[in-house]
C-alpha cells in the first residue's frame, strides 16, 4: 500500500521532532464548524486552498493558498505575484490530486512538486496552527514556528478579512 499524505505528514513532523498534538471529531471539512468542535478561535485554522493561476496563454501554475481560518484569498494578489493573467479555484478533481487528500481536508504543507506553497504570514499570529489532517475525522493542531520551520512557504500577503 502506498504511503498516504497524512503517513506522509506523520513522519516528517515526527523526523523534525514537531511539537504537535491530534484532536479526533466527528467527519468535517468546513473550517468554522471544525474550529467549533475542535475548541479554538476560527482565525487559528489554516484554510488551504489550490489555486490555478494562468500565465498567459500557454502557461499555468498551480497554488497552495493557506490563509487564517476566517480570510479569505485574495486571488487577485496571488495572480499579481506570477504576473499572471487569472486565478481561481483549481477543479477539484485536481486540487485533490496535487493535494494528496480530499476537499475540506488540504494540507497547509505542499508534498506535490507542482504546488507552489504560499501562506500569508498571520497564519503565525496564534501558537498553535490547526487544519484537518488530510482525513475528515482527525485534526491537529500544530506550534506555527515549526509550521513555518518545515514548510517553508512563501509568505505573502494574501488573505482577506
Given at each position: 500500500m502506498s504511503e498516504?499524505?497524512?503517513?506522509?505528514?506523520?513522519a516528517l513532523l515526527d523526523a523534525n521532532k514537531a511539537s504537535y498534538r491530534l484532536i479526533d471529531h466527528e467527519p468535517e471539512g468546513q473550517t468554522d464548524k471544525v474550529s467549533a468542535m475542535r475548541g479554538h478561535p476560527?482565525?487559528?485554522?489554516?484554510?488551504?486552498?489550490?489555486?490555478?493561476?494562468?500565465?498567459?496563454?500557454?502557461?499555468?501554475?498551480?497554488?497552495?493558498?493557506?490563509?487564517?481560518?476566517?480570510a479569505r484569498v485574495d486571488t487577485g494578489k496571488v495572480k499579481a505575484l506570477f504576473d499572471g493573467t487569472y486565478a481561481g479555484f483549481a477543479a477539484t478533481d485536481v486540487a485533490e490530486r496535487l493535494a494528496g487528500s480530499v476537499a475540506g481536508t488540504v494540507l497547509p504543507f505542499a508534498f506535490h512538486p507542482d504546488l507552489i506553497l504560499i501562506a500569508?504570514?498571520?497564519?503565525?499570529?496564534?501558537?498553535?496552527?490547526?487544519?484537518?489532517?488530510?482525513?475528515?475525522?482527525?485534526?491537529?493542531?500544530l506550534r506555527s514556528s515549526d509550521y513555518i520551520a518545515l514548510a517553508k512557504p512563501r509568505l505573502e500577503r494574501i488573505a482577506v478579512p
Open positions: 498516504t499524505t497524512y503517513d506522509r505528514l506523520i476560527v482565525e487559528a485554522a489554516a484554510k488551504c486552498i489550490v489555486l490555478i493561476v494562468k500565465i498567459g496563454k500557454k502557461s499555468s501554475r498551480f497554488v497552495l493558498a493557506v490563509v487564517p481560518g476566517h500569508d504570514p498571520s497564519i503565525s499570529n496564534h501558537d498553535e496552527l490547526f487544519f484537518n489532517a488530510a482525513r475528515l475525522d482527525r485534526s491537529m493542531a
